[in-house]
């Protein structure tokens, strides 16, 4: 048995098996049932290079590819692998996230790493039916909290943004019309004007992927 608030060799062996693909390990927790959940995401270049190279032809192909790459992995350590858009009924994957590692909830949405600022996803989790040893979760404020400016909210050119709500749907129109090339193109300017981990902005071809998956749903 580990020291408390160490995690067991199992940990690091899940965390060898996973990152190799790009994905990472961020956290994990004791859930009211017994379980474990180790919730697994990204951040930095390396997934989508892996990505990239493997991508499969058809709708959803990063979930696809995600589910075909984690799940001979949750099998040899004994889980269930699920993923955001496994549903319904749909898991909690953001409150999850909180409580396995210092993310915070946003003005635009999304969750802030203290590190990788908004440049990280979550992709999957592996739901295990015993109690594990994980890591403490580090306790670390939100950086929002520090941010007096708030450029995320103004960097919209179409205001999709108030701080509370998202409109979805003038987002889309915008990013599908022709003044919304840099949107389209390079990322959610709202996201980039954040200061924190700017040095983990995903490349021009994966903001583009992404933008491209958000307008396809909502087609």
């Known amino acids: 048995m580990s020291p408390a608030g160490e995690p067991g060799d199992w940990w690091e062996e899940l965390r060898a098996a996973v990152e190799p693909f790009g994905f990472r390990l961020n956290g994990g927790f004791n859930d009211e049932d017994g379980g474990t959940v180790a919730m697994i995401g990204h951040a930095g270049p390396l997934l989508w290079q892996r990505f990239s190279a493997e ?8 979930d696809r590819w995600t589910r075909s790459t984690l799940a001979p ?17 749909y898991r909690p994957f953001q409150r999850w996230a909180m409580r396995a590692e210092p993310v915070h909830p946003t003005p635009l949405g999304l969750l802030i790493h203290p590190r990788y600022g908004l440049w990280h996803a979550l992709r999957a989790a592996m739901l295990f039916a015993d109690t594990r040893e994980v890591p403490e979760r580090a306790e670390t404020p939100s950086p929002c909290d520090a941010c007096a400016d ?36 390079c990322g959610c300017l709202a996201r980039h004007a954040c200061p924190v981990g700017k040095g983990w902005a995903w490349a021009d071809e994966q903001q583009w992927f992404h933008m491209a998956s958000f307008l396809a749903g909502r087609s």
């Open 55 to 62: 991508q499969p032809d058809g709708p959803d192909p990063l």
């Open 73 to 89: 992995v949750a099998v040899r350590f004994g889980a269930a692998l699920v993923l955001p858009n496994d549903g319904p009924p």
């Open 150 to 185: 708030r450029p995320c909210l103004t960097a919209c050119p179409v205001g999709a943004f108030d701080g509370t709500t998202y409109a979805a749907d003038r987002c889309a129109a915008h990013v599908r019309s022709a003044a919304g090339r840099d949107c389209r193109e």
